[in-house]
């Protein structure tokens, strides 16, 4: 493991190691520092999905308030360090302030910008207005314009395939995806299941904060979302009624200050008044003078069933039978790479011819039609459920797999089609899923 200071360095280095490996990832994993399980799970994350992982350390100056805690924000480099060795990263980047905000922006040696307002005369990321004037974005109007600004400029240096943020921050999670689809920027923004301590309470650097007392008094955080949770698994879908249910729960501890108790949808962060599809049930609560944060997705469908693995073992006929008998949609994913196979063919281009691909693969809207006995493959309303089981298509298939765009274009029709079932595919780009139909 490596540890650089600079950027100039880091970018180096990323060239070598890309030289080496031309065809590896690069997963990276940008942190506030002072590394916990929650944090270590992201990089095992990135581990597992990467050839290559970057893990910042940088307490970014930009998302900390006038009157919030950045003087006395942990900082741990060497033990995070540590950390970061055992858990198998390549690289740490941890700049100070001046390299990566520019040295003019200190009006003296030791003075520190508090917040974006610090500098109006440098490029800042603004996400939208309607992702951050609620939640915790009216408690700190100028906390995810640094996010961004920062997050935006520690992409541009890695450059990674994909970025990894916990669901713990969800509403900077939903912003940071609108910043990368908006910016149509080429990396990949995953998303990792919150970390809880066994009472349910939600890792965070600010937990070392509360004392004993007052961690048993922060478990409420969790035990309201949950309580919130059992009224929506009654079939209530109403948000005021969720939204009692927390507040109620919240009210047995007194010495909670609640910030607020919101249900939203999960993507655009706006209020929703029923939970449709999903809601993101999100709670914000001062235990003294310490902020803390928790939330859970509410989805109102049930969950996707997927199967991965090598070809020929079988993970077909499996499915088949699985979605028989529990009454689910079979939608073969093996299908729709032989049917982009099957188009680049008879356009008779060539399959070597990446950029020619992409531009096919992602104009192309391929249909999968359950029948009877058997699933019926259109592409661009051509029925071709005959024509990709065909020994040429079969022997081709493969290349256009091995194709980044490609998989690139079908995982994205293939969330599509998660989401008209209720569903939305996270994770692998290959496999068969099961998605649950609409009654």
Same mark, same amino acid.
């Given at each position: 493991?490596?540890? *650089?200071?600079?950027?100039?360095?880091?970018?180096?280095?990323?060239?070598?190691?890309?030289?080496?490996?031309?065809?590896?990832t690069v997963g990276f994993v940008p942190t506030l520092g002072n590394l916990h399980l929650g944090h270590l799970s992201l990089i095992r994350r990135a581990k597992l999905d990467n050839d290559i992982v970057v893990v910042s350390v940088f307490v970014n100056p930009l998302q900390f308030g006038p009157?919030?805690?950045?003087?006395?924000?942990?900082?741990?480099?060497?033990?995070?360090?540590?950390?970061?060795?055992?858990?198998?990263?390549?690289?740490?980047?941890? +700049?100070?302030?001046?390299?990566?905000? /520019?040295? $003019?922006?200190?009006?003296?040696?030791?003075?520190?910008?508090?917040?974006?307002?610090?500098?109006?005369?440098?490029?800042?990321?603004?996400?939208?207005?309607?992702?951050?004037?609620?939640?915790?974005?009216?408690?700190?109007?100028?906390?995810?314009?640094?996010?961004?600004? #920062?997050?935006?400029?520690?992409?541009?240096?890695?450059?990674?395939?994909?970025?990894?943020?916990?669901?713990?921050?969800?509403?900077?999670?939903?912003?940071?995806?609108?910043?990368?689809?908006?910016?149509?920027?080429?990396?990949?923004?995953?998303?990792?299941?919150?970390?809880?301590?066994? $009472?349910?309470?939600?890792?965070?650097?600010?937990?070392?904060?509360? $004392?004993?007392?007052?961690?048993?008094?922060? !478990?409420?955080?969790?035990?309201?979302?949950?309580?919130?949770?059992?009224?929506?698994?009654?079939? #209530?879908?109403?948000?005021?009624?969720?939204?009692?249910?927390?507040?109620?729960?919240?009210?047995?501890?007194?010495?909670?200050?609640?910030?607020?108790?919101?249900?939203?949808? +999960?993507?655009?962060?706006? +209020?929703?008044?029923?939970? !449709?599809?999903? /809601?993101?049930?999100?709670?914000?609560?001062?235990?003294? $003078?310490?902020?803390?944060?928790?939330?859970?997705?509410?989805?109102?469908?049930?969950? #996707?069933?997927?199967?991965?693995?090598?070809?020929?073992?079988?993970?077909?006929?499996?499915?088949?039978?699985?979605?028989?008998?529990? /009454?689910?949609?079979?939608?073969?994913?093996?299908?729709?790479?032989?049917?982009?196979?099957?188009?680049?063919?008879?356009?008779?281009?060539?399959?070597?011819? !990446?950029?020619?691909?992409?531009?096919?693969?992602?104009?192309?809207? #391929?249909?999968?039609?359950?029948?009877?006995d058997t699933l019926q493959v259109l592409i661009n309303q051509q029925d071709v459920t005959e024509g990709i089981r065909s020994p040429e298509v079969t022997a081709n298939v493969s290349t256009l797999?091995?194709? +980044?765009?490609?998989?690139?274009?079908?995982?994205?029709?293939?969330?599509?089609?998660?989401?008209?079932?209720?569903?939305?595919?996270?994770?692998?780009?290959?496999?068969?899923?099961? *998605?649950?139909?609409?009654?």
């Amino acid at each position: 493991m490596r540890l *650089f200071t600079t950027i100039t360095a880091l970018r180096c280095d990323l060239t070598v190691r890309k030289a080496q490996r031309p065809d590896g990832t690069v997963g990276f994993v940008p942190t506030l520092g002072n590394l916990h399980l929650g944090h270590l799970s992201l990089i095992r994350r990135a581990k597992l999905d990467n050839d290559i992982v970057v893990v910042s350390v940088f307490v970014n100056p930009l998302q900390f308030g006038p009157q919030e805690d950045f003087k006395q924000y942990p900082r741990t480099l060497e033990q995070d360090l540590k950390r970061c060795e055992e858990t198998g990263v390549d690289v740490v980047f941890s +700049p100070a302030p001046e390299i990566l905000l /520019g040295s $003019s922006l200190l009006s003296s040696p030791t003075a520190t910008p508090t917040s974006t307002l610090d500098l109006p005369t440098r490029t800042q990321v603004i996400p939208p207005q309607s992702m951050t004037d609620r939640l915790c974005g009216s408690a700190r109007p100028g906390h995810f314009p640094g996010v961004t600004t #920062i997050v935006a400029k520690l992409l541009n240096i890695v450059r990674p395939n994909r970025v990894y943020f916990g669901q713990k921050d969800a509403q900077q999670l939903a912003i940071i995806r609108r910043m990368v689809a908006d910016l149509d920027w080429p990396v990949e923004v995953i998303a990792c299941p919150i970390v809880r301590e066994t $009472s349910g309470l939600a890792l965070s650097s600010r937990n070392r904060y509360l $004392s004993p007392e007052q961690r048993q008094q922060a !478990e409420a955080l969790y035990r309201s979302l949950v309580r919130g949770e059992q009224i929506f698994n009654q079939g #209530i879908l109403s948000a005021a009624a969720i939204k009692q249910a927390v507040w109620s729960e919240l009210s047995n501890v007194s010495v909670l200050k609640v910030d607020y108790v919101e249900l939203v949808d +999960p993507e655009t962060l706006k +209020p929703i008044q029923n939970i !449709e599809e999903a /809601g993101l049930l999100a709670v914000a609560a001062y235990i003294g $003078s310490t902020r803390l944060i928790d939330n859970i997705v509410l989805r109102n469908r049930r969950p #996707i069933l997927a199967i991965d693995g090598p070809a020929g073992a079988g993970k077909s006929t499996v499915t088949r039978r699985l979605s028989e008998a529990l /009454g689910l949609m079979y939608l073969d994913t093996g299908a729709m790479y032989r049917a982009v196979t099957w188009l680049a063919m008879q356009s008779q281009v060539a399959l070597q011819d !990446e950029p020619a691909i992409a531009e096919l693969v992602h104009q192309c809207q #391929i249909d999968l039609v359950p029948q009877q006995d058997t699933l019926q493959v259109l592409i661009n309303q051509q029925d071709v459920t005959e024509g990709i089981r065909s020994p040429e298509v079969t022997a081709n298939v493969s290349t256009l797999a091995a194709q +980044p765009a490609v998989r690139q274009a079908l995982v994205k029709q293939q969330q599509s089609y998660g989401r008209k079932g209720g569903i939305v595919a996270e994770g692998r780009d290959i496999g068969t899923y099961v *998605f649950p139909m609409r009654n």
